[in-house]
């Protein structure tokens, strides 16, 4: 019975000893498994406490500029120039030469999100490119459909250039009163 409360009382402690190699290897995996939303709520949350963590370290960093500015400007006077300083849309301050800049740092997050915009905008502009180019191609088929000789033809092939040329005037007045619903 005292071999088995011994046991008991080493499983209750091990939890406090330092965890090894051969000790882990030992221990059970566990899970932990998400609602739906769980993942995002994590990953906010740790975005959170990284952008709290930056405030402070933020606030500590210049603090300790003003303390080393407020020491030094007992001794030395005060220079800043309009110009100096450009780049960013943080805080300057220059101190006898010593120039030192709170820019707000990307997050990962911040980064992905711009790497997507400009994707958006370079797969935006080859989408527009390719619609001009198969737009003017179009307008120059039509050109050539509408120049042909309608007596000159053989009438299938006349009935199937008006039933194109119907078409094609169609999806032009489609598209213009689609034009209009977007802009108006």
Request: charged share 30%.
């Amino acid at each position: 019975m005292s071999e088995d409360s011994s046991e008991e009382e080493g499983r209750l402690v091990q939890p406090l000893r330092r965890i090894t190699r051969r000790t882990a290897l030992s221990q059970p995996i566990t899970f932990q498994e998400l609602a739906p939303g769980e993942e995002r709520r994590l990953r906010r949350e740790a975005r959170e406490r990284v952008a709290a963590r930056r405030i402070r370290d933020a606030a500590a960093s210049s603090a300790a500029v003003m303390a080393t500015g407020a020491s030094t400007s007992k001794t030395s006077s005060l220079s800043s120039s309009p110009g100096e300083g450009q780049g960013g849309s943080g805080v300057v301050s220059q101190f006898d030469g010593l120039q030192v800049s709170q820019q707000s740092p990307f997050t990962p997050e911040d980064l992905e999100i711009r790497q997507a915009e400009e994707l958006q905008d370079e797969l935006q502009r080859q989408f527009d490119e390719a619609a001009a180019v198969r737009l003017g191609s179009r307008v120059q088929e039509l050109g050539r459909l509408e120049g042909l000789d309608e007596a000159a033809l053989d009438p299938v092939v006349g009935v199937l250039r008006s039933a194109l040329l119907s078409v094609a005037e169609a999806q032009n007045v489609q598209q213009e009163l689609l034009n209009e619903l977007v802009a108006g």
